[in-house]
């Protein structure tokens, strides 16, 4: 079992930045993907971005120019450097962790708000 905590959320400016961390515990051997997802109220859950074990990255269209995923050696931390931020950023940011051939792991959750 991964246990999962996010930080580095909260309330920020349009146009600025922010960098989420996603810190990782537990049986994290076997991990093949992390990666971030976002909800925003009375929406869907959606994918912002995901980096595999070799660390090729994929990014979601909306946030592709402006944000980057990177991790830590051993699965430690995986970081959401959020640049440019617009208030349509604004929503509740999950990490998420994946092994093959097993049930996905979820966070808590962290609030970012961007204002205009």
């Known amino acids: 079992q991964v246990q999962l905590a996010e930080s580095g959320g909260g309330l920020v400016q349009a146009g600025g930045s922010l960098r989420l961390s996603c810190a990782a515990s537990?049986?994290?051997?076997?991990?093949?993907?992390m990666g971030w997802y976002r909800q925003a109220p009375g929406k869907q859950r959606e994918l912002v971005a995901v980096?595999?074990?070799?660390?090729?990255?994929n990014y979601s269209e909306s946030v592709k120019g402006r944000f980057t995923i990177s991790r830590d050696n051993g699965w430690n931390t995986v970081y959401l450097l959020m640049n440019n931020l617009k208030p349509e950023d604004t929503a509740v940011y999950y990490c998420?962790?994946?092994?093959?051939?097993?049930?996905?792991?979820w966070g808590p959750g962290t609030q970012v708000t961007v204002s205009s």
């Open positions: 980096i595999s074990h070799g660390s090729s990255t």
């Open positions: 998420n962790a994946q092994k093959l051939f097993a049930r996905g792991y």
């Open positions: 537990g049986s994290t051997n076997g991990v093949i993907n």
